[in-house]
């Protein structure tokens, strides 16, 4: 049984940049995209990037252009999100997600992380 | 970017009942549709993937149709562990884009 397992909650001040993990364990960690998704309290999911873990191809959200940058260490099976300039808008819960496709084709996030709280406070 | 949109909203059920839920995409999407049932405190689960295959362990109560723009959540009779958050989710393109999500409330 595959699982992903995410960093601890972190507070950071406005303008601050965070570097959310994620360990994958139970599955061939390249073998499957990673996706970051988060939920701003009182709102909906919202989908921001994606990495192949493989060859480290990226690709994210345009409001996040220029702030986002998503790595790993295939050599512990972690994937990393990074979000600079960090404002209140912000504070969220931050989700990874394996991505896996099916043989027709057709992808959907099976296995996701525990989530980490961000807080972005002065 | 594709548009998801859900409706309604929000939702007041007592158990036992018939539930659906809408989700349109703003363009054509076939079938590259998820469902995702979310609650509070927890990690997003999937329920239903290419708009109406499932993993094993999802209960048949839930079940999902439709193509192109409209698709359809249904569960036929909602047991109180269904009380949560779900999402729509077009797998058609990146970016991978949710629906606002519908909470169903306990009425």
């Known amino acids: 049984q595959g699982q992903q397992v995410q960093s601890g909650a972190e507070v950071k001040k406005p303008g601050a940049s965070v570097k959310v993990s994620c360990k994958a364990s139970g599955y061939p960690f390249t073998s499957y995209d990673v996706n970051w998704v988060r939920q701003a309290p009182g709102r909906g999911l919202e989908w921001m990037g994606w990495?192949?873990?493989?060859?480290?191809?990226?690709g994210h959200a345009q409001k996040f252009q220029g702030r986002v940058t998503m790595t790993r260490d295939t050599s512990i099976n972690t994937a990393y999100m990074e979000l600079s300039s960090l404002t209140s808008e912000d504070t969220a819960v931050y989700y990874c997600?394996?991505?896996?496709?099916?043989?027709?084709?057709?992808?959907?996030?099976?296995?996701w992380g525990q989530g980490t709280p961000v807080t972005v406070s002065s | 970017d594709i548009q998801m949109t859900q409706s309604p909203s929000s939702l007041s059920a007592s158990v036992g009942d018939r539930v659906t839920i809408t989700c349109r995409a703003s363009?054509?999407?076939?079938?590259?549709l998820n469902w995702y049932q979310h609650k509070t405190g927890k990690a997003p689960e999937l329920l239903i993937y290419?708009?109406?295959r499932f993993l094993s362990g999802v209960p048949s109560r839930f079940s999902g149709s439709g193509s192109g723009t409209d698709f359809t959540l249904t569960i036929s009779s909602l047991q109180p562990e269904d009380f949560a958050t779900y999402y729509c989710?077009?797998?058609?393109?990146?970016?991978?884009?949710f629906g606002q999500g519908t909470k169903v409330e306990i009425k």
């Open positions: 990495m192949n873990p493989d060859s480290g191809h990226t």
């Open positions: 997600a394996r991505d896996v496709y099916d043989s027709s084709g057709h992808s959907y996030f099976d296995y």
């Open positions: 989710q077009q797998s058609f393109s990146h970016p991978r884009t």
């Open positions: 290419a708009t109406s």
């Open positions: 363009q054509t999407i076939g079938t590259y």
